[in-house]
């Protein structure tokens, strides 16, 4: 089950850079895509979410742009932080179902100071 | 903020017993669900719950799965006769509403079958 990916599975970005995380999907009738963030030992936490009738949603320094006719998303972190240090899984969703949820293999990121 | 707890936070059995992983929801939530990640892979979809009863469940929630809400309140996964590829993080996952694409995760319950 690849309707999901996430091809990088690390990336490093020294603090005050930006950070940008990627993720493909296969599956056209995605229309609800979702960032999570994931500390060890914790369970996944809710970042940014973006509905396929947009192309790019902010919230605060985290910014989620998606490009339909390439089945492509990227969030995207300024200024990245040395807190910001954590797994970061792209999930999608159908809103027709009642909601399962997709996931990618996940992004580690490392910011250094 | 409200949070999904699970209990316990880490569990190790023998293979061939039964394990029972426990979940509180979020109060008013109506849409529950079970993740799962094995050590090194995605987390995947086991099931989900709605108005007591399941709405879906994967290829990989078989006979030896079970879900229930027995008193309205924890939200229970069972496995039956667990087996070595049993063991990884098992996260409940609650929703407010059908519209509400607000999926809160659980901490996660370590499950170790030896």
């Known amino acids: 089950d690849q309707q999901v990916k996430q091809n990088s599975p690390s990336l490093s970005v020294q603090e005050g850079r930006i950070s940008i995380l990627n993720c493909d999907y296969t599956?056209?009738?995605?229309?609800?895509f979702l960032w999570y963030k994931k500390y060890p030992a914790e369970g996944p936490t809710f970042l940014i979410s973006i509905s396929s009738i947009k192309d790019k949603n902010e919230d605060g320094r985290f910014t989620v742009f998606l490009n339909k006719s390439a089945k492509h998303l990227s969030l995207h972190i300024v200024p990245s932080q040395p807190g910001d240090s954590a797994v970061y899984f792209c999930a999608a969703t159908r809103g027709s179902t009642l909601g399962r949820l997709y996931f990618g293999r996940g992004t580690q990121l490392t910011v250094w100071p | 903020e409200p949070e999904v707890t699970q209990t316990p936070s880490h569990q190790v059995t023998q293979m061939g017993q039964e394990v029972i992983l426990r979940c509180v929801p979020i109060?008013?939530?109506?849409?529950f669900y079970w993740y799962r990640q094995i050590l090194g892979q995605k987390v995947e979809f086991l099931v989900s719950?709605?108005?007591?009863?399941?709405?879906?469940k994967s290829e990989i929630f078989d006979d030896q799965f079970s879900v229930e809400r027995p008193d309205g309140s924890n939200f229970t996964l069972k496995i039956r006769s667990t087996k070595l590829e049993d063991s990884a993080m098992y996260f409940c996952v609650t929703r407010k509403t059908e519209a509400n694409y607000g999926y809160t995760f659980g901490s996660g319950t370590r499950l170790t079958v030896v």
């Open positions: 109060s008013n939530h109506l849409y």
């Open positions: 719950f709605y108005n007591n009863e399941i709405s879906e």
């Open positions: 599956n056209s009738m995605f229309d609800y």
